[in-house]
């Protein structure tokens, strides 16, 4: 089998105190598998600047401008992690035979690549980075994590547990990919939409070398909660279901109290009928509001936006011969 030419495709968001540091690291494993005759001499690490309002950039240049191996192109605004690692990937989709997408913050551990590439050679087309241990996250995010995870599954959405967005892809298989043409993305629900003989490797998640996280909270319930509502319609379906079980409760409750009527009886308790339907109209609310949001994701699909914009390139890129 011909060496494949690898592109790491690494997504920068105000990295400028992380790039210095781990830009090495990148490289380091590149000529180290290179030396190791598994890929290409022309391989690169691809960094792509999110939009960065510090001097990413400007450090990429720089690099650029050091070692052809690296390389970099700039959104022209700040897009999100998933839109930066699109952006690298298409750009590199007709320029190498593999990608490995990785964040720049050095948690993920680098030297899974090696195995990655081996599976590539054994014919797997998509391989997950897993992490095996998430130790250096807090309780609370590894329990929000396994929350999310299990609550992906029963909603019906093909998740590989444990799995961010370190992996590597053939670039058959992005080929493929690149006719997902949706704008929400949620880059670890899709690939396996792909499908192809794909595998997992596992390593240890480490601490992040320097700078913070940008996934607080409430961008980490936004991201679950558009994974969710784009890669499955089951809380609709749930809805229905709701209201099929509230409305046959009611039904029953209206009888019952039409029979004690007849029946010469008064029925008492306007509390409990204010509550119910304080309890009902809470229920509506809530449903109308997971189907609006199911309307604005159409509303935003349909205007088929760009995913991203890119604003500007750096370093020597060669055309894949083929
Ligand atoms: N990132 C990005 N755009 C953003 C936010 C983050 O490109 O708007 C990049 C960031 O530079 C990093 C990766 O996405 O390489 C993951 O972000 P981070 O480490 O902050 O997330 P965490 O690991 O804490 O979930
Ligand atoms: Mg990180």
Known sequence: MKKPILYIVIPCYNEQEVLPITCSMFLKKILELIDREKIDEQSKILFVND??????????????????????????????????VLAGLMEAKDKCDITISIDCDGQDDINAMDQMVE????????????????????????????????????????????????RLVSSRALEAFSDFKEVN??????FPLVGFKSTSVYYERHERIAGESHYPLSKMLSLAFDGITSL???????????????????????????????MGHS??????????????GGIQLLCIGVIGEYIGKIYMEVKKRPRYI???KTGTIYEKEN
């Open 51 to 84: 939009g960065s309002k510090d001097n990413t950039w400007e450090i990429i240049v720089e690099l650029s401008k050091k070692n052809p191996h690296y390389i970099g192109i700039s959104q022209s605004r700040n897009r999100g992690h998933q839109n930066a």
């Open 119 to 166: 599976e590539y050679w054994n014919g797997c087309e998509i391989v997950y980075g897993v992490r095996s241990k998430r130790d250096t996250d807090t309780w609370f995010k590894r329990t929000t994590a396994l929350g999310f995870y299990r609550f992906m599954n029963s909603m019906g959405v093909d998740l590989v547990y444990n799995h961010a967005d370190y």
């Open 185 to 190: 993305l949620f880059l670890r629900g899709m």
């Open 232 to 262: 499955s319609v089951k809380p609709i379906r749930i809805i229905v279901a709701l209201g099929i079980l509230i409305s046959l409760i009611s039904f029953i409750g209206v009888i019952w109290s039409v029979s004690v009527r007849l």
């Open 267 to 280: 029925v008492d308790g306007w509390a409990s009928t204010i509550s119910t339907i304080c309890f009902i």
């Open 310 to 312: 890119i604003s500007e």
